[in-house]
């Protein structure tokens, strides 16, 4: 009986591990979770104000309209290429 005891004791101790690393998991993927949205939402933020300080006329668009702002800029001779080129070399020019 006593050995059952112990055994059971074991269990419970373990169970209780087992869900305290379970909750661990949860606040750390909460955290990793929370991180990427704010590194995404950073990223966003300055690209939007970049985006604004390069087109003034952005600023009173709407989305939709800025969309199409993008899109019609994204199909003029020239604009892929440069695109490539500024992400190779990180350069502007």
């Known amino acids: 009986m006593k050995e059952l005891e112990k055994l059971k004791s074991q269990q419970e101790k373990v ?3 087992i869900e305290q690393l379970q909750n661990r998991q949860k606040i ?3 955290r990793k ?3 990427e949205r704010r590194v995404r ?3 966003l933020i300055e690209q939007g104000a970049i985006l ?3 087109f003034p006329a952005t600023v009173t668009m709407t989305g939709e309209e800025a969309k199409a702002f993008l ?3 994204s199909r003029l001779p020239g604009a892929e290429k440069a695109a490539a080129n ?3 070399s ?3 020019s």
């Open 15 to 17: 169970q209780k591990e």
């Open 28 to 30: 750390l993927l909460n």
């Open 33 to 35: 979770t929370d991180t």
């Open 41 to 43: 939402t950073r990223r």
């Open 52 to 54: 604004e300080s390069i």
């Open 71 to 73: 899109l019609a800029l």
């Open 86 to 88: 500024v992400r190779k």
């Open 90 to 92: 990180g350069d502007v």
